[in-house]
């Protein structure tokens, strides 16, 4: 029997203003052949250089969803000084520009049928870009699995082969409710322990899509100098996440 071509996507999510990070994943995907590259939300807000790294993702000219972190950056019933502080990075077009992207995308692989061939591409969760849907426990945190009635809640009525997501800054996988469902890494900020820039190539075989997920070395040191010397309100913790890949860092100095 016949297959159709298989058919790949490229997915980034989660580069929280670390152009570093993004600029080492795109260098990566010019020598890895994808069909399709979409952005998974989570542009600008907790590193050092917000306004490049929003320009960086805009220059692509791919699909690109926004995350929770966005939501916070141009939704104006907000204000908190780190907030302030992005937005006056960004200027105007650039709030403008996030307030203009749809929440979810959705790619039917050639030879499909929707929804049931589909990739659906969120960045949290389909009925909630703030959902924590934890399908394996989290690094370094006590957070259990999601329970199926509260993963229910958090899916929705979203149908598709895989959902991919970001949001929890490890890779993870599961079939909660029945649902394929993969989170990837994150580009700028992981919180596994591996300071490694991640992202995701997911490809259909003519009967399902399946995640590859790799991890690439970067300069995280120089992000966190960066970090400490940019002036953002939020440099110091941000600083101390990149250098320990950790959400909640667990000293002040972990290099020492």
Not at 65 to 83: A, C, K, M, P
Not at 134 to 163: H, W, Y
Request: overall charge negative; glycine content about 8%; some cysteine.
């Amino acid at each position: 029997m016949n297959h159709p071509q298989s058919y790949s996507v490229a997915v980034i999510s989660d580069i929280h203003g670390n152009v570093a990070a993004l600029n080492a994943v795109l260098e990566d995907l010019r020598n890895r052949p994808y069909d399709s590259l979409v952005v998974a939300g989570d542009l600008v807000l907790s590193g050092p250089r917000p306004a490049e790294s929003l320009d960086a993702i805009r220059n692509l000219g791919v699909p690109t969803i926004y995350g929770n972190t966005d939501l916070l950056v141009f939704d104006e019933q907000h204000s908190e000084e780190r907030l302030d502080w992005v937005r006056e990075k960004l200027e105007t077009d650039g709030v403008d520009y996030l307030k203009g992207l749809p929440i979810e995308h959705r790619i039917t692989p050639p030879g499909g049928r929707s929804p049931e061939d589909d990739l659906l591409i969120v960045h949290a969760t389909p009925a909630d870009v703030n959902g924590m849907l934890v399908l394996q426990p989290v690094p370094f945190s006590q957070r259990p699995v999601t329970p199926e009635a509260e993963a229910r809640t958090l899916l929705g009525d979203a149908k598709a082969n895989l959902i991919v997501a970001g949001h929890l800054h490890y890779a993870s996988c599961g079939v909660p409710c029945g649902q394929r469902y993969s989170i990837i890494d994150s580009v700028g900020f992981p919180y596994d322990g591996d300071h490694r820039a991640g992202y995701a190539r997911v490809w259909w075989d003519g009967h399902e899509w399946h995640v590859e997920n790799h991890r690439l070395s970067y300069d995280y040191r120089k992000v966190a100098e960066d970090l400490m010397g940019c002036g953002a309100p939020f440099g110091e913790l941000s600083a101390q996440r990149i250098l320990q890949a950790r959400f909640r860092p667990v000293t002040q100095n972990p290099e020492a």
